[in-house]
């Protein structure tokens, strides 16, 4: 594909195989009705430097023009990070995702069909999470992509977001995945019961670079 500045990106074979894994679990679970289930979800070990975020990229891209799905949410957990990616998002293709300041932009864009990719920090999804018990989101085909879950998926906010979206897709992408030998003691133990972590099954795993 070209990026904003008309440069060619070619996606390496282990890239192209984890965004049709991806794709192809978000059409399984949705045919069988497998949304907001373990089933419906799983995560990409990519190694640091692998193009991580070119991978979520596309998977974002395509995954926001599957007939079924209302919104891709692409989560990070720090706002630097957020800032960083969108960066790198627009880099990619101009425009083509929408980041947020403050929950209550996040919430407008939540609202808003045109918004079909946003990039936002597990804080401000939890916030907001918070503060609207009900919503009409919640009943909507959403795509959850979390960037390092390794760092952000052990806690009440993983919980939180996952009991309020009832028709998701939830994967994680990660470049140093947690097993059973480097959980260490923190977090919810509840999360960490599975060979890899938290509630993800492997989609693709990847050690090249």
């Not at 049709?20 to 419906?40: M, P, V």
């Not at 430097?49 to 692409?74: C, H, I, M, P, Y």
């Not at 946003?118 to 959403?142: A, C, E, R, W």
Request: hydrophobic share 35%; glycine share 6%.
């Amino acid at each position: 594909m070209l990026t904003s500045d008309r440069l060619l990106l070619v996606m390496r074979p282990y890239q192209i195989v984890a965004t049709e894994e991806i794709l192809t679990k978000i059409d399984i679970s949705t045919n069988y009705k497998t949304l907001g289930t373990r089933d419906a979800g799983g995560y990409v070990w990519h190694t640091t430097g692998s193009g991580k975020t070119l991978t979520s990229f596309k998977t974002a891209q395509l995954a926001s023009r599957v007939e079924s799905v209302d919104k891709v949410l692409f989560v990070v957990d720090r706002k630097d990070l957020d800032y960083q990616t969108m960066k790198e998002y627009d880099r990619f293709e101009k425009g083509s995702a929408n980041s947020n300041t403050s929950t209550a932009v996040l919430k407008r864009q939540l609202e808003d069909p045109s918004k079909k990719i946003i990039i936002t920090t597990i804080q401000k999804l939890s916030n907001f999470i918070s503060g609207n018990k009900q919503h009409p989101v919640y009943g909507d085909h959403v795509v959850l992509i979390f960037d390092e879950c390794h760092r952000s998926q052990f806690g009440d906010m993983h919980t939180a977001i996952t009991k309020a979206f009832k028709r998701y897709n939830l994967f994680g992408f990660t470049g140093t995945p947690i097993f059973a030998e480097n959980s260490g003691s923190g977090g919810n133990p509840q999360l960490k019961t599975e060979l890899a972590w938290f509630l993800f099954r492997p989609v693709f795993l990847s050690a090249r670079r």
